[in-house]
Nanobody, 120 residues
Framework: HVQLVESGGGSVQAGGSLRLSCAAH????????MAWFRQAPGKEREAVAG???????MYKEAAKGRFTVSKDNPKNTLFLQMNNLKPEDTAMYYC????????????????RGQGTQVTV
């Protein structure tokens, strides 16, 4: 099974940018549909953006126009470029993967990393 390791989180002022990375180990991301979810204190985990094996992307409303999800297949890595960050983007961000696409829903992703903290 794939193991996912996130990095790139940190503290940034409002309006700033961060680029999150998710390195996959043990298997190739070519087999997986992948996504970024986030969880703020006291709130449920929510989807941010996803990218399917065919490269098609989708975004939740809060991410549209500010975040870009991408992947580098040879490097086996998923990215999330976040621009114009807002205080409400503060959360733990998780990389998640699934072999069977069922939509951008938490229950549909069986693999996840430990998360990386973003504070705005």
């Amino acid at each position: 099974h794939v193991q996912l390791v996130e990095s790139g989180g940190g503290s940034v002022q409002a309006g700033g940018s961060l680029r999150l990375s998710c390195a996959a180990h043990g298997d190739t991301i070519l087999k997986y549909h992948m996504a970024w979810f986030r969880q703020a204190p006291g709130k449920e985990r929510e989807a941010v953006a996803g990218i399917r094996t065919d490269g098609s992307t989708m975004y939740k409303e809060a991410a549209k126009g500010r975040f870009t999800v991408s992947k580098d297949n040879p490097k086996n890595t998923l990215f999330l470029q976040m621009n114009n960050l807002k205080p409400e983007d503060t959360a733990m961000y998780y990389c998640m993967a699934t072999e069977i696409w069922g939509g951008l829903f938490l229950a549909g992703f069986e693999y996840r990393g430990q998360g990386t903290q973003v504070t705005v």
